[in-house]
């Protein structure tokens, strides 16, 4: 019996779609499914040719967070077993993820989603941080990366009820960019991450810095990172082409120097 990855890896020039791939378990995260999603990433960061990378779900969900069913060894807290949280990989990745969220994003699911950059979903799509209901809470970054994402009382509602937020709510409240139909979402999503991988590279590397400062750091400080980095593109050559492309009228041809 040949058994498919849990993690599907398809490039389109130069976006990468990762998808999780366990439509049965409704893609819950594994220690397979995590140490893969971390292997991609970590080798996608050094590719040159990727400039965007996609986060999907096979089936009909995105993913409903850690898998239940893959208990901890007997007699260790959960917490004492080695290893990152399962949104680290994607927190710490240098360049645009988006998540195009097809269906329930619950628990660990919605972490991952928080930990990317856009995040555009389908309508019927459900956000849940349910862990209270389980005498547990968040420990991938769920907690903080909502309250940033949505603010403080719905941040709280959420955290503290365990109830999911729709599709439609959650573009209300900022969780999403996007919504759009089921069948849309793929296309939708790839052709904005298209547009996007069209940019600098390295314009975009900067502005993944500074988007990531402004969640964390004071002001005074990513504004000085926000300074240097505008300082730095502008000795470069992709800069020197998109003013000549301006000024010529046609589509700049940027090479990431």
């Known amino acids: 019996m040949v058994t498919a990855p849990e ?15 366990r439509p049965a378990k409704r893609n819950a995260l594994n220690q397979p499914l995590r140490a893969a999603l971390d292997q991609a990433l970590a080798g996608l960061s050094g590719d040159d040719e990727i400039r965007v990378v996609v986060l999907t779900g096979a089936g009909p969900a995105f993913c409903a967070g850690a898998d239940l069913a893959e208990a ?20 710490a990745f240098g360049k645009p993820l988006i998540a195009a969220i097809n269906g329930p994003a619950a628990g660990g699911g919605l972490e991952l989603a928080l930990a990317c950059d856009l995040r555009v979903a389908a309508r019927g799509a459900t ?25 403080p009382a719905v941040a709280a509602r959420m955290l503290l009820s365990g109830e999911p937020l729709s599709a439609e709510d959650a573009l209300g409240w900022g969780l999403i960019s996007d919504l759009t139909d089921p069948e849309a979402l793929a296309g939708f999503t790839a052709d904005l991450a298209r547009r996007i991988a069209a940019h600098a590279p390295l314009s975009l590397r900067a502005v993944k810095q500074c988007l990531l400062a402004g969640r964390e750091a004071p002001l005074a400080a990513g504004l000085e990172l926000e300074r240097a980095l505008w300082a730095l593109l502008a000795t470069t050559a992709d800069r020197q082409e998109g003013r000549a492309a301006f000024r010529e009228r ?3 041809r940027f090479t990431g120097n």
């Open 250 to 252: 046609r589509a700049p």
């Open 7 to 21: 993690l599907l890896t398809e490039r389109d020039g130069s976006v990468c779609w990762l998808t999780l791939n």
């Open 72 to 91: 901890p060894p007997v007699g260790r807290h959960p917490m004492s077993v080695p290893g990152p949280p399962a949104a680290q990989s994607l927190a």
């Open 127 to 151: 956000f849940a941080l349910p862990e209270v209901r389980l005498g547990s809470m968040p420990g991938s970054g769920g907690t903080q990366r909502l309250l940033r994402a949505v603010g």
